[in-house]
């Protein structure tokens, strides 16, 4: 066997030893090493000193391969196998330094997390091959100026280069390359050339394995390749099948052989395509496989392999399945493309969906992107219904609420034990969580309000005019399409956001926490129940696979628009991950209250209690209380920190109220807060102008307040105010689907365009433009045309107000 190891003397330090059994410290360049500390007797035990080694154990017993992807993150020892479309440049001559610096980057960080990390690496062929015509060009301009005595060259032909000469001059710099990048994270780097022929013999394979064994248990990176300075012609072994039969042809094979032998827990391979699909990728039918089962070759045609490298995607596959086979995880993943080449190694290990993922073990149920097809195809069903049908579903889940009301509460007893037994939740949260006989009745009644509204949703006329002579166009309402809706610690969301869906006509994706696992499925079982009675059951899908939700952010071809619902960290988090798809909602809901100079005690008194007290984790909960400075040390402000006493909230004085305090309560550290708890701040204004630009600089646009007995500040107030929801002496609490007489909503938005504030049916519709005529085009309308444009507004169809 042909091994060359390089060893960094910087790693030497006093007092830190380390043993090499005979057969792998063969592999090691004494050169490496001060002669002095290298001690070799009759192929006896070799020892030297000072060398440090990073032992770290096992984090799984190897055995069997990950059956999702989420379990990615734990695996321990990993290969990396680089094909030539990914190292070498377009021009096949010389390597994609960029892309190659990259990888380096993301190998160091997972090796320096304390994984073991191994790379199969090609080209060698094409760093040799740059360099021979380098020198070749050379030569011939030296010989030509010499014979001719002109400076001018001819053209000078370059003779086709041997693969295996390119290879032998190619592979100390590729070694040299990677040793000096691997050198700026302080990892040490070695190499190992390999045949089919050191498979073969059982001595060698042993030597192999002790040696890789020995560099990994060093910290050390083996960087592994086929000797293709001296590779004989493959053998005819096309199957790959049976753990024990795999031929070593191309680094495909060399990697899985390896995968299996060293019992590496995932095996990544980086080609020029996203994975693996289900026709010919670039064909306009293609879809990427995401999860790839053993038997599914079958379905899979695969097309002609790159123009450089040996391989194709067919004999990744076979490596692939045949690792698979011997317990090792498998990822064919892009390592080319230059938005995700970048971290591509490092999305794989943290689980997400790149590539297409090798799995033995089959879900149960659909995959998401199934579940999102149905729900794609049972919206389109369920907007064909009669406006009378939609309602009776609804009214339908109305019904099981109440009547399947102990099944319910039951479930939801199962999600609050274990949150509790485990402590994972706050208390806020815990409350969201919480579900009760009043608040499934006031589900079942938003639920009927939602049903009696949804009448004229869908199909609704909103403009009507003539263009021509019998020529109408008409704009009307349709569904946007699939909603992936995300919601944490809220049951009560699930048939809210059902309803709405349903009566808007919208398929809908439902993401919930897996603190409600046990509420969210009766809810979904219950919604799928009513849909049944007209069919369109799969309109309404439940995830319950192991999806990530950044990875469900990317389904831009499945999903119209993503609705979350929870905290201002998950808003934000899917705010920065949704590629293409828009997102509605609001990622904090810091409300305000301004009291005013002129504001009534009883009324400011009730609304702050209200706004604050009633339901302290609610979005639209009072954040922060904003006090006129004339109202300092007056009773009114007295009856307001009394209240507050009473009602047990923590006060957080702001920078300014502060000042005007000898002894104030803890100064908040940010006026941009939501508490979502018994806490709130106070902060003094000297103006109702001054209250609006803190609304303005502090604020989220969601729902703000003023309390005050003066009709022209208030209308002032009303007017400048740029939030979703500005209230006149109400509760900030209004600001709610139901309250508004929505029925439910899916959200509050404060966004600006389409939808904003609590989004109910109106805001899940979009519109489509119906034009009708008979045989018109548009040249009769030119200045020598027959007709003329007379845009009239037609009179819109009545509406059924019952």
């Known amino acids: 066997m042909l091994c060359r190891a390089a060893l960094r003397t910087s790693f ?10 005979p057969h792998s410290v063969t592999a090691v360049s004494q050169s490496c090493f001060p002669v002095h500390n290298l001690v070799l007797r009759n192929e006896s035990i070799r020892c030297w000193s000072n060398i440090p080694f990073i032992t770290v154990p096992l984090s799984r017993t190897h055995g069997k391969s990950f059956a999702h992807r989420s379990e990615l993150k734990h695996a321990k020892r990993i290969v990396v196998k680089l094909g030539s479309a990914v190292v070498t440049r377009g021009d096949e001559c010389g390597l994609a330094l960029g892309r190659l610096a990259s990888i380096v980057e993301q190998v160091s960080m997972l090796q320096n997390q304390g994984r073991e990390m191994m790379i199969v690496t090609s080209g060698a062929v ?31 032909a370059i003779p086709v280069l041997e693969a295996r000469a390119c290879a032998a001059a190619g592979q100390s710099g590729l070694m040299a390359l990677y040793e000096a990048m691997f050198t ?56 790959l099948q049976g753990v024990n039969v795999i031929s070593v042809k191309d680094n495909d094979s060399l990697a899985a052989r390896l995968a299996v032998e060293m019992k590496t827990d995932l095996l990544i391979i980086l080609s020029d395509v996203e994975g693996l699909f289900d026709s010919p990728p670039g064909s306009d039918d293609a879809k990427l496989i995401d999860i790839f089962y053993p038997g599914d070759q079958q379905s899979v045609t695969f097309g002609t392999k790159s123009c450089v490298g040996m391989g194709g995607m067919e004999p990744k596959v076979k490596a692939a399945l045949w690792a698979l086979q011997g317990g090792t995880s498998v990822v064919i993943a892009n390592g080319t493309h230059p938005k995700i080449s970048g971290h591509v190694i490092t999305d794989i290990v943290e689980g997400k969906k790149v590539g297409t993922f090798f799995s033995e073990v089959k879900p149960a149920g659909p995959t998401v992107e199934q579940q999102g097809e149905m729900a794609r195809a049972g919206g389109r069903s369920l907007a064909a219904l009669q406006p009378d049908q939609r309602a009776e579903i609804i009214y339908h889940i109305a019904d099981l609420l109440t009547d399947q009301r102990e099944e319910i509460l039951l479930a939801n007893k199962k999600d609050l034990e274990e949150a509790e037994s485990k402590g994972r939740l706050a208390l806020p949260l815990m409350k969201r969580l919480s579900l009760s006989t009043s608040k499934l009745n006031s589900l079942a009644i938003g639920l009927r309000q939602i049903a009696a509204s949804s009448q004229e949703s869908v199909g609704r006329v909103i403009r009507k005019t003539r263009i021509a002579k019998d020529l109408e166009l008409e704009q009307v309402t349709v569904p946007i399409g699939v909603l992936l809706v995300i919601f944490e610690s809220r049951p009560d ?5 059902s309803a709405l869906a349903i009566a808007s006509g919208n398929g809908l994706l439902l993401k919930g926490g897996k603190e409600a696992a046990h509420s969210n499925q009766i809810l979904h079982h219950l919604t799928q129940e009513a849909l049944s009675i007209h069919g369109v059951k799969d309109a309404v899908q439940l995830v319950n696979t192991r999806e990530e939700v950044e990875d469900l952010c990317r389904l831009d071809k499945l999903i119209d628009l993503i609705i979350p619902r929870g905290s201002s960290q998950l808003v934000r988090d899917i705010q920065k991950a949704a590629k293409g798809i828009p997102v509605m909602g609001h990622s904090e809901g810091i409300c305000h209250v301004y009291v005013d100079s002129d504001a009534s005690v009883e009324k400011v008194t009730r609304i702050v209690r209200d706004s604050k007290c009633e339901y302290p984790a609610a979005c639209n909960a009072l954040e922060t209380l904003l006090i006129h400075r004339d109202l300092l040390r007056t009773p009114l402000f007295d009856q307001i920190i009394d209240m507050l006493r009473v009602e047990q909230v923590k006060i957080h004085a702001g920078p300014k109220f502060a000042s005007y305090l000898t002894f104030s309560p803890s100064e908040v550290k940010s006026l941009r807060t939501e508490y979502g708890d018994l806490e709130c701040c106070i902060e003094v204004v000297d103006s109702v102008q001054e209250a609006i630009d803190h609304i303005h ?104 107000t019952n």
């Open 12 to 21: 030497l330090s006093a007092g830190r030893y380390l043993l090499f059994s």
């Open 126 to 156: 094409a760093f040799g091959k740059q360099r021979l015509r380098h020198e070749i060009l050379l030569s011939q301009s030296v010989r030509q100026a010499l014979h001719s005595g002109q400076n001018q060259l001819k053209d000078m």
């Open 184 to 239: 700026q994270y302080s990892i040490c780097a070695a190499q190992i050339l390999v045949t089919n022929l050191d498979f073969h013999d059982e001595q060698k394979r042993r030597n192999l394995n002790g040696t890789l064994h020995e560099l990994l248990r060093m910290n050390i990176v083996p960087i592994i390749n086929t000797n293709d300075a001296v590779v004989p012609p493959p053998e005819p072994n096309s199957d």
């Open 493 to 497: 969301c699930l048939p809210q956001v």
């Open 697 to 800: 600089k502090y604020g989220s646009s969601h729902t703000d307040v003023i309390v005050t007995e003066n009709e022209k500040t208030a209308e002032f107030f009303l007017q400048h105010v740029d939030s979703a929801c500005v209230f006149w002496n109400a509760s900030t609490r209004f600001s709610d689907g139901y309250r508004f007489g929505l029925g439910a909503e899916v959200g509050i938005s404060t966004s600006r365009i389409h939808a904003r504030g609590p989004v109910g049916i109106e805001g899940l519709l979009t519109t489509k433009w119906l034009l009708k005529g008979e045989n018109h085009v548009v040249s009769d309308f030119s200045e020598h045309g027959s007709m003329k444009y007379l845009h009239e507004t037609l009179p819109l169809p009545q509406r059924n």
